[in-house]
């Protein structure tokens, strides 16, 4: 093999190349003239190393991850070239079966070259990979690739660099990461955040129906001096203007302004306006009843296309879809937490709040309803259900601001309350029976505090205790465990 005709042959035309991805065309393709490898090369676009040419692969990975971030679960696959660019050294690799990073590309390939794509100042922008399925001598290849990786570099260099991240791309990009939201809030701000990116519009804001009305979505961490305005006047405006913008946006669908002077807005937009907004990109969000509408402006006078448009529509999709999986999610957690008849959590939280009791200073009041079974017996089950539901809501609103209470059993609810001294849980069991005694049904109340060293289980325990010495003296009243 004449290797200096084949740097010959792939060099001949690079200065004439007038793209990024034209030059590693003329260059994958001369390649393929004088080896039967596949060639393949990768550039740095934002977090990922983009195919920019191949050839000779039935199937060609389109990215591979510059970087390894986030938890382990989530790491993408090793390989030679993630390997390469990180490290910006060559990878000579003369039996794939052999490198535990090979990732398969067709089941035939024996060999692989793998060398760094350098800008002139010697940065990695990405890699040239070679994979043969026979026989090779990779010394000769090595040192013809690296050459040719090089004058490639310096050619995509005074091209401006690798390309751009396209607007599809970087949709891509959003809408995955949009999946790995853990919270509304961590939705929200992604979703702002990736619209102004996709548009490349300054400002982003998410007007969102709720059951007390309209309301602003998250801001994100860097909302900018027009996101800040847009959203001080809006929420100036009130609820009436963003119901109307909401409206608008679910009956006519999305819209956009090209930004002529002379042409004011409707009504409904004049906050936007005032806060300085000259375009503006109006998409609906979910469904009219529950979503709202994505707002992306600018304080320039742009010209948004229809292709902006159509990218910000399937982003405001695709996190719709995203926050109405979390808010389904959230209903399941908080059901499968709380009692169905009376709303009040019940067993699987309250034994992780109780394992989190202070000595001395949590209280756990063990309650009991005072002749259920009687009326379940007499007026039957439904009777009883409409009891204990009205008990609870009696019980609740007897409790101070933060005490927590617990159905735990059929009649049988817990406190859990934090005290300064024993009876100052006393008073609040007494205040329980008297709501209780409000009702027309009496309950009895056992108290216990956790001793050091003291198992939770043991401290309900003597609770439970305390609740059958009111039950042996009569009902109706209060008992607080020994110290």
């Known amino acids: ?215 602003l979505g998250a801001p994100t961490d860097t909302p900018g001096e027009l996101e800040a305005r847009i959203r001080a006047e809006l929420a100036e405006a009130g609820p009436a203007t963003l119901d109307r913008m909401i409206d608008r946006a679910h009956r006519y669908g999305s819209a956009y302004t090209l930004g002529e002077a002379g042409h004011p807005p409707t009504e409904e937009y004049l906050p936007l306006t005032r806060a300085g907004a000259r375009t503006l990109v109006a998409v609906p969000v979910g469904a009219p009843s529950s979503g709202g509408v994505l707002l992306v402006a600018d304080e320039l006078s742009l010209r948004p296309d229809p292709t902006t448009v159509n990218l910000i529509e399937l982003l405001a999709g695709q996190a719709w879809t995203c926050l109405d999986r979390l808010r389904t999610l959230a209903r399941l957690r908080e059901q499968a937490s709380s009692d169905p008849l009376t709303g009040l959590r019940h067993t699987g939280p309250f034994g992780q709040r109780i394992a989190t009791a202070t000595p001395g200073r949590t209280a756990l009041l063990a309650i009991d309803v005072d002749g259920f079974k009687d009326v379940n017996d007499t007026y039957g089950h439904q009777a009883g259900d409409r009891l204990l539901v009205g008990l609870a809501r009696a019980l609740e609103g007897a409790l101070r601001q933060g005490d927590e209470l617990y159905r735990t059993g059929g009649d049988e609810f817990v406190a859990v309350i934090e005290v300064s001294h024993p009876q100052e849980a006393v008073r609040i069991a007494e205040r329980l029976t008297e709501a209780a005694r409000r009702t027309g049904r009496t309950i009895s109340v056992g108290i216990a505090l956790p001793r050091p060293d003291e198992p939770p289980e043991r401290t309900l325990h003597r609770a439970d205790q305390a609740l059958y010495a009111v039950k042996r003296h009569g009902r109706d009243g209060v008992h607080l465990s020994a110290a």
């Open 1 to 215: 093999m004449d290797h200096e005709r084949v740097l010959r042959d792939v060099t001949v035309r690079l200065p004439t190349a007038s793209t990024v991805p034209e030059a590693c065309q003329w260059t994958v393709a001369a390649l393929a003239r004088h080896t039967p490898a596949t060639a393949t090369i990768l550039l740095r676009v934002h977090d990922r190393l983009r195919c920019v040419a191949a050839t000779g692969a039935w199937q060609v990975f389109s990215h591979v991850p510059a970087t390894v971030d986030g938890a382990a679960r989530h790491r993408p696959e090793p390989s030679v070239v993630r390997r390469v660019y990180a490290s910006g050294e060559t990878a000579a690799v003369p039996d794939v079966a052999a490198d535990p990073d090979y990732l398969p590309v067709r089941p035939d390939v024996t060999a692989e070259l793998c060398v760094p794509v350098r800008d002139p100042a010697g940065r990695p922008i990405g890699v040239l990979d070679l994979q043969w399925s026979g026989p090779v001598t990779l010394a000769p290849w090595r040192e013809t690739a690296e050459r040719l990786a090089d004058r490639l570099g310096a050619r995509i260099a005074a091209l401006g660099g690798p390309p751009a991240e396209s607007r599809s791309e970087k949709l891509l990009r959003h809408a995955a990461a949009f999946t790995t939201a853990g919270t509304d809030w961590d939705l929200m701000t992604a979703a702002i955040a990736a619209a102004r990116d996709v548009s490349a519009l300054s400002a982003a804001v998410l007007v969102l129906t709720g059951r007390d009305g309209p309301r």
